[in-house]
C-alpha cells in the first residue's frame, strides 16, 4: 500500500504528523512522484504501533493518498451535504474508479473524543490522522469490517494512544468535535524533522 501524500494541499503538515506516528524514526522521507503526489518513504528502525503501521501502509500494493486540510475545508457529510472539515476532524473514501483510497484531515484544529467513562480527551492531529489511516489499512487490504469501520478503527486509534501514553478512546463512542479534552499531550520525541511548508517541523503535537 504505497502512502503518498497530495501537493495541493500541505504536505509539510502531514508529513510533521507522520514524524510523530512514528515517533520521530529517522527513515521517514518523501519523494516527488508528479505534479500531483508525493510519496512517502520510510525504514523503520524501532518498533511500536505507529511505526509498524506506517511501515505496512508504505510498503504495500494499495494506494493510499493523504490530503492534511485547514479549518474551513469543505468535504462530504454524508449525506448529499458538506462539513468543515473541522468539526469532524477527517474523512476516508472507498476506494475510487483507480483503486486510490483518498484520507483527509484537519491540522490546525483542537479536538476532543470521549473514553468509556464519557470524559472528554484530547484528539491530536497524529491521533485524527492515525484513525483516518486505519480505515485506509483496512480498505486496502481486504480487513475493513464494513458492519462497523468506527470500532475497528478506534480500537487501531487506541494501539497508538497507548504507545503515546494518551487516554484511550471508547471504540463504542465515536462522538467527538471541536474543543479542549483532558489536556494530555502526545510526549515530545527528538529526531531531524523533515522538511516541509509552514506547518511542518515536528514534534510538539
Ligand atoms: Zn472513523
Redesign the pocket.
Known amino acids: 500500500m504505497p502512502l503518498f501524500l497530495n501537493r495541493s494541499t500541505d504536505t509539510g503538515a502531514a508529513l510533521a504528523d507522520l514524524f510523530v506516528i512514528v515517533r520521530c524514526d529517522g527513515g521517514l522521507g518523501q519523494a516527488t512522484v508528479n505534479g500531483q503526489v508525493d510519496q512517502v518513504t520510510y525504514a523503520k528502525s524501532v518498533a511500536g504501533a505507529g511505526q509498524d503501521r506506517i511501515e505496512a501502509l508504505v510498503g504495500g500494493t494499495g494506494n493510499i493518498v493523504i490530503s492534511a486540510a485547514p479549518s474551513g475545508t469543505l468535504i462530504p457529510d454524508g449525506q448529499g451535504g458538506t462539513v468543515p472539515i473541522n468539526l469532524v476532524g477527517g474523512v ?1 473514501f472507498a476506494p475510487d474508479a483507480n483503486g486510490i483510497i483518498q484520507v483527509a484531515y484537519c491540522f490546525d484544529n483542537r479536538m476532543f473524543a470521549f473514553d468509556t467513562g464519557g470524559n472528554r480527551i484530547e484528539f491530536p492531529r497524529s491521533v485524527i490522522l492515525f ?2 489511516l486505519a ?1 485506509a489499512f483496512h480498505r486496502a487490504n481486504g480487513s475493513f469490517n464494513a458492519g462497523d ?2 470500532f475497528q ?2 480500537n487501531d486509534e487506541n494501539a497508538y494512544r497507548n504507545q503515546v501514553g494518551l487516554t484511550n478512546r471508547d471504540p463504542n463512542n ?1 462522538d467527538g468535535g471541536e474543543g479542549a479534552g483532558n489536556g494530555q499531550a502526545i510526549p515530545g520525541c527528538s529526531g531531524l524533522a523533515p522538511g516541509g511548508g509552514a506547518n511542518g517541523g515536528c514534534c510538539t503535537c
Do not use: G, K, M, V
Request: hydrophobic residues 20%; without cysteine; proline residues 11%.
Open positions: 476516508t484513525h483516518e480505515h469501520p468506527e478503527a478506534i465515536h
